[in-house]
């Protein structure tokens, strides 16, 4: 249980500082169809009780990327606040 609970700490963490790194940016694409980005993180996991499911998106247009994170907590839709309750509760 405890090699499962360092796991998803450091999925949590490593979402947060994805998070940390994209919220703000605005940036274009390539023009070619081989240059887009497009990528989707997903995952669940169960802390206190409760059941949580954290979707991390970044999509391309063709003049530019947009990035999102999606956090539901017993199917309610959060913002990151609860991702970053849950690394400073689990314990190291």
């Given at each position: 249980?405890?090699?499962r ?8 963490k ?12 605005y ?11 497009n990528?989707?993180n997903?995952?669940?996991f ?12 970044c999509?391309?247009?063709a003049?530019?990327v ?7 907590v ?8 609860c ?8 314990k190291?």
């Open positions: 249980m405890k090699i609970v360092k796991n998803t700490r450091a999925k949590v490593k979402v947060i500082d994805t998070h940390k790194e994209f919220k703000n940016s940036f274009w694409s390539g023009n070619n169809k081989s240059d887009r980005l990528w989707k997903n995952f669940k169960k802390f206190n009780k409760d059941s949580y499911e954290i979707i991390q998106e999509n391309s247009s003049k530019n947009y990035y999102s994170l999606s956090v539901y017993n199917n309610v839709k959060k913002d990151i606040r991702l970053k309750k849950i690394v400073w509760n689990i190291k």
